[in-house]
Each structure stands twice: as structure tokens, then as C-alpha cells.
């Protein structure tokens, strides 16, 4: 079935970027050659960015072309992306391989290389970012890392998002830690099991932490779901890499991260369809 989709999504794909190749940005033409799914897929991964000026300074700055195009470009990696292992080695190589490309052409002179910088950093590292993906995100990084157009001061930079990046992916154990419950007792994260757990990180003087709470009391959560909401100490920001107040998990019955700092429409959305 997930094949099956992953086809579909393919031809959709492919069909959509030629359809538009003469609208807003300039996407590249598929080869009627190409038959098969894992061409063409590999070919609109490689050959994204082929019709854009990156050294055109007045494109660089367009949201209508050069955002949205990097936009559309995120969210065709994202279903290439291997987020599990039914998905194959073959779909994350068309993922690597294409952002390779990218980061070759946008990285090649100043003007671009700050243009993408911001946008990769804005749509992976934004909460509310649409085209969020934390693997996707890592591949990007690790292309920046290993760039010949950033020096070693950046890439510093760079190898500690990497780092923090790669902790509670969706799919990993999430990190355990000891945490107390109301009662002022000790308990593990790993000895909350056999049942699907909610993470919710707080700063107690934090507005939107205030707001968020309210809104998630008027939802109707499952009685099998554990909500542990914590205060998100030195200790725990430092471990978990909490960028956001306040950060939510979700996991499953074996502590297995399936919504990684989520928002609390994205949880009940979840935990609703399940």
C-alpha cells in the first residue's frame, strides 16, 4: 500500500512540475524516457534547481518564486524522505542526492548562500513550519557541513544542530530521565510503559505556555494516554534540546517518539484519528 502511494505521489509530482514549468518557478522538464518511478523521482530531485539563477540577486529575493520554490522543494523531498524502513534505502538516496545538488548551486556565491541559509533554517527550525522534518533537516546539515563554502566556524555551528537535531527523532526511544510525579516522588521515563505517553514541557511564567495548556484542557484526550507535564528544567532543556516553550512529545506504549515537538493541534489531530 505505502508503495502503492508513494507511485501515486510520484506521478502527481511529475506531472505537477510540468504542468507549471512555464508559470512561476522555472521547474525542470521530465525526460519522457524515463519510465520508471525511481527515474523520474531521481531525476526532479537532481534537477530541481536546474532553470534557477542563483547568482540572479533580484530572484533571490522573490517569495513568490524563490521561496515557494524552495518550499514546493522541501515538501517533495519530505514524501522521498525514508522515515521508515518499509520505505527503502532507493527513496532517501533520491532524498541525499537531491539536496547534494542543491546545496552544490546555492552555496556558490554570498547573495545565495545567506538567502538559503535563512529559509533552510526557518522552515525546518519554526514549529510552525508546514515542511518540517527533522531528517530531511539533518541531510541539509550534514551537506552544509561538509561544504567547502563554509568555514570552520560555521561549521562548528553547524555540527552542534547536528547534534541537537539528531536527539528524540520520530521512530527513536525517546531519551530517558527521571522526573517526579505530584507527590514528590522519583520515577523514570522508561517505567511509563504499556501505554501511549504525552511529554509536555513548560516555563511556568510563559504566556503561550498558559494559552496552550487552556486549549489542551478543553480537549477530549484518551484515557489511555499518560500526560506527564513537566517544568522545563536546566537539566531537561539541556537533554532533549527544547527549543520551544512549551515543547510537546508524544510516544508510544515502548517510550518510541512519534510526534517530536509538535504543536498542540498536531497531538490532537494524532491522537484523534488513532
Known sequence: MKTR?????VLW???LVQAQAQQSFPYPAIPDTLRSVEQRAGYLS????????FADTLLLKSKEMTEQGFVNFIDILNRFNLDNASKGVAQKDITQKGIACFTRKAFSNAAAKERFENLIEHYFEDQLSPVRNDRVYLIFLEEMK???????????RIAFKIKTTNKNLPGDIAINFKLKDESGKEHQLSDYK???IILYFYDPDCENCRKVSAWLKQQTIPADIKVLKMIADNHISYIYSLKNMPT???????NKVILKDCTAQELI????TK
Open 5 to 9: 502511494l508513494f507511485t501515486l505521489f
Open 13 to 15: 509530482a511529475c506531472t
Open 46 to 53: 537532481e534537477h530541481y534547481w536546474d532553470n534557477y539563477n
Open 146 to 156: 561538509n561544504s567547502p563554502c563554509f568555514d570552520e566556524t560555521e561549521k562548528e
Open 194 to 196: 504499556d501505554q501511549k
Open 248 to 254: 510537546i512529545f508524544l510516544l508510544d506504549k515502548e
Open 269 to 272: 489531530e494524532n491522537i484523534s
